[in-house]
């Protein structure tokens, strides 16, 4: 069965802090590795990964792929309270379905 | 990229009823799923709304309970049947425009039911 774990579940960090969230996966016939973040109700797409080693970025968030050790990390430095949310990780395989992760939960104090 | 619209946003509703959730898509895509997030939890998977065929349950899930239409390629509906409290969530809409699931998601803002 496919899986993602994510790391940590929360975090707590003050303005101005980097952050490096966690996903690892186990997949049959991995695709791509999806990141979301979730507000409120609807999660909205920040990064899809297919290749190892290639760094995604979109200004402070950046991320990179490591299908070796099957895992992917999502940093974002300079931190403001507007990056509160939930992060979420899902992986697409064989199966042609998005298998999510439980998420992190981000809260930025000021 | 799509934009989707889910409605009613939010709903409660007295156990033993059904609702209908729908979604419109503001063009043409290949995938359209439907998914569940309970209180605290990630989201699930419930069933991919294939256009002009039965949906394909995920396991754990089951026509009678979530019967689910496309009768094309920007609309569907979810609804939810015989409700009962353990089915308080958010119900996610989203669509593929790409081919399969592994390209990027697009999600509706969400229906927020409650079941008293």
């Known amino acids: 069965e496919d899986k993602v774990v994510q790391s940590p579940l929360s975090l707590v960090v003050h303005e101005g802090d980097t952050v490096t969230l966690n996903c690892s996966y186990e997949v049959t016939n991995f695709r791509s590795l999806l990141w979301y973040k979730q507000e409120k109700k609807a999660p909205t797409f920040l990064f899809m990964l297919?290749?190892?080693?290639i760094e995604k970025k979109s200004g402070r968030l950046s991320s990179i792929l490591d299908k070796k050790e099957l895992f992917s990390i999502l940093n974002i430095t300079a931190t403001q309270t507007g990056d509160s949310a939930v992060y979420l990780c899902a992986v697409g395989g064989g199966s042609e379905k998005l298998v999510f992760g439980k998420g992190t939960k981000l809260t930025v104090n000021p | 990229s799509a934009v989707i619209s889910q409605k009613p946003s939010r709903d409660i509703c007295q156990r033993g009823t059904s609702l209908t959730i729908q979604c419109q898509v503001d063009?043409?895509?290949?995938?359209m799923f439907w998914y569940r997030q309970q209180p605290g939890q990630s989201l699930t998977l419930i069933a991919t709304a294939n256009q002009g065929s039965e949906a394909t349950y995920e396991s754990g899930f089951v026509i009678d309970k979530f019967p689910i239409s496309r009768p094309n390629l920007t609309f569907s509906t979810l609804t939810v049947s015989n409700m009962s409290p353990e089915d308080s969530s958010i119900y996610l809409c989203?669509?593929?425009?790409?081919?399969?699931?592994?390209?990027?998601?697009?999600f509706g803002e969400g229906s927020r039911l409650t079941v008293l």
């Open positions: 297919t290749s190892s080693g």
């Open positions: 989203s669509a593929s425009p790409g081919q399969g699931s592994t390209g990027e998601l697009f």
């Open positions: 063009s043409q895509v290949t995938m």
